[in-house]
């Protein structure tokens, strides 16, 4: 690997920080997923809360997806981009929001669009 300048805006201290973050949420957010789906196959909730529970479960799934994938970027060193302009996304972003995908300036573009 010769071309590892895609995450050279971030030391290997912020690298490091930054997978500690994401490793702790996956864990938190599939421990999460796995107590919500024990509670599905109970299938003991009334149907208010069932429809809760599926959203719940779905919104759960997304954010391990996001979670996994965000950490496979930071391995395969592409984390920190902006998908849209390839900017570097600033450390302080990335530690606040470690699914930032996009720059501030693309973010608000996409949000006021
Ligand atoms: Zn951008």
Redesign the pocket.
């Known amino acids: 690997m010769t071309d590892d300048h895609a995450t050279s805006h971030l030391s290997s201290v912020q690298l490091q920080s930054l997978r500690q973050d994401l490793q702790q949420q996956l864990e938190q957010r599939r421990r999460h997923l796995d107590a919500l789906r024990v509670q599905e196959q109970d299938g003991s909730g009334a149907d208010g809360t069932w429809q809760e529970l599926v959203t719940s479960i779905t919104a759960a799934e997304r954010a391990v997806a996001e979670l996994s994938q965000a950490y496979d970027r930071l391995v395969a060193g592409t984390y920190g981009r902006?998908?849209?302009?390839?900017?570097a996304?600033p450390f302080e972003r990335l530690k606040v929001r470690p699914l930032a995908r996009?720059?501030?300036?693309?973010?608000r573009?996409h949000e006021a669009a």
């Open positions: 902006c998908a849209r302009c390839r900017t996304i996009n720059c501030i300036d693309c973010q573009r």
